[in-house]
């Protein structure tokens, strides 16, 4: 079945240091893939998502490519602030589908 | 505009209780998702609706848990009886959908954190 595998955390950095989220995952046809985050007491929200093959999501200085060719979707930021402080979680829904199945989660502390 | 709402935000009962979360999906939405979010499995999908109807309850864990939507803005989540290993945080989530799933992201609430001792 559809899964979806990302690095594990915590993930620990000094402020405006460069961030990245491994994920990696395993679906036929075509998913769409989605970054979501979780701050502390909260729920989760979309970050960004690409539906597509060579789609670029962004949002917020955040940005994820989608790779069919390595079943990729790794998240970066350039420099990270105390405030990016949460739990990332990649997902993917396949086409025409209704489930959304995330990932572990990975935790980030970003330090001042 | 409101969000998802669940109700209520915690909960702490005794193991053998009846547990009832609650959730307001937004207005429009016609999928909704029950996910339970624990340390050791991360997020389960337990069921979803559309439409008002149950599509898939197999991440259900047992007969203790059973779920409704009887119209289109309120859904619950029923745990009867509680036991301990039900502590975890269920979340609600709510999206629009066509005929052909959902198109867009997930609208979650902020959840409801349940202990039982």
């Known amino acids: 079945g559809d899964s979806v595998t990302q690095m594990e955390g915590p993930v620990t950095l000094s402020e405006e240091a460069f961030l990245t989220i491994n994920c990696t995952y395993t679906?036929?046809?075509?998913?769409?893939l989605f970054w979501y985050v979780q701050y502390p007491g909260e729920g989760l929200q979309l970050l960004l998502k690409?539906?597509?093959?060579?789609d670029k999501g962004s949002n917020k200085g955040f940005e994820a490519t989608y790779r069919k060719e390595t079943t990729s979707f790794h998240l970066e930021k350039g420099s990270v602030q105390v405030s990016d402080s949460a739990v990332y979680f990649c997902?993917?829904?396949?086409?025409?589908?209704?489930?959304?199945?995330f990932g572990a989660g990975t935790r980030l502390f970003v330090k001042a | 505009d409101a969000g998802v709402i669940q109700s209520p935000r915690h909960e702490v009962t005794e193991m053998g209780q009846e547990v009832t979360l609650r959730c307001k999906p937004i207005?429009?939405?016609?999928?909704l998702f029950w996910y339970r979010q624990t340390m050791m499995r991360g997020l389960e999908l337990l069921i979803y609706?559309?439409?008002?109807?149950?599509?898939?309850d197999s991440g259900m864990p047992e007969d203790r848990f059973s779920a409704k939507m009887p119209n289109a803005s309120f859904s619950t989540l029923k745990i009867q009886p509680s036991e301990p290993r039900d502590s975890a945080v269920y979340f609600c989530?709510?999206?629009?959908?066509?005929?052909?799933?959902?198109?867009?992201?997930?609208?979650f609430g902020e959840g409801s954190r349940l202990t039982v001792l």
């Open positions: 989530a709510s999206s629009p959908s066509g005929a052909g799933g959902i198109t867009g992201e997930l609208f």
């Open positions: 679906a036929t046809g075509y998913p769409s």
């Open positions: 690409a539906t597509k093959a060579d």
């Open positions: 997902a993917l829904r396949g086409s025409g589908g209704f489930k959304t199945i």
């Open positions: 207005s429009g939405h016609n999928s």
């Open positions: 609706f559309n439409n008002n109807v149950p599509i898939d």
